[in-house]
């Protein structure tokens, strides 16, 4: 089966700049996360959906981090404007409803100058 | 909220040598744990997962885990290691309906020739 993707896999913007990065899950799982790793550290969760519903964005900066899963299948995660410290990792991950594991994808490599 | 700690960031080790690489979870009801491989420029990928029942886990490439929940831990072993296995390994845990999971900061495996 084919697994998570996402694109772009890098991006490198200046601060203040817009970014945008896409994710579509395996087919079929009803769950998808962003997740942010900055060098060194474990990926950190942004934000859950379960279909086309937030579940949880608690560690999402609002002020600056956007994402939607308009119909509960791929999904795009949006920072406007940009901060040296969002460069990170973004992995996307998907997963079947329930305790299961979660598939991840390839990451976007995002550097901000 | 779940906590991980993964108490070695690095740990070198001559190929064909047992590992141990150290997972330690803040107490909870329910938990189920899971250790995940992360290679150069990839997402990461599933090692092993437990979720319930046996408390020894045996996983993908040799790798094998035992729950213990007197001590909160979950390490992650190998008998003899090649040096493919020269990865970031993450242990992350999850609790609750939300199946959201904590990861930890990671430990890196440098498999010696």
């Known amino acids: 089966e084919a697994g998570v993707a996402q694109s772009p896999r890098y991006k490198i913007i200046e601060k203040r700049q817009s970014v945008a990065f896409w994710c579509n899950p395996i087919?079929?799982?009803?769950?998808l996360y962003w997740y942010q790793q900055i060098l060194g550290q474990g990926p950190k969760l942004l934000i859950q959906?379960?279909?086309?519903?937030?579940?949880?964005d608690s560690q999402l900066p609002k002020d600056r981090f956007s994402a939607e899963r308009l119909k509960g299948v791929d999904s795009t995660l949006k920072i406007q404007p940009a901060k040296l410290e969002d460069s990170a990792v973004y992995l996307c991950a998907s997963s079947l409803v329930g305790p299961n594991e979660q598939f991840f994808g390839p990451g976007t490599r995002l550097t901000v100058l | 909220a779940q906590s991980v700690t993964q108490l070695d960031s690095q740990v070198p080790v001559f190929e064909e040598a047992p590992v141990e690489l150290r997972c330690n979870y803040s107490?909870?009801?329910?938990?189920?744990l899971f250790w995940y491989v992360q290679y150069p420029n990839q997402g990461l990928q599933l090692l092993l997962k437990?979720?319930?029942?046996?408390?020894l886990v045996k996983g993908i490439n040799g790798f094998e885990a035992e729950f213990n929940k007197s001590q909160t831990s979950f390490h992650l072993r190998k008998p003899s290691v090649h040096i493919s296995d020269t990865a970031e390994y993450f242990c992350a845990a999850g609790s609750g309906s939300a199946r959201q999971l904590t990861f930890g900061s990671g430990t890196q495996l440098t498999v010696l020739p």
């Open positions: 959906f379960q279909n086309n519903g937030v579940v949880d």
């Open positions: 107490s909870s009801v329910s938990v189920y």
């Open positions: 437990y979720l319930s029942g046996s408390t």
């Open positions: 087919s079929g799982h009803a769950t």
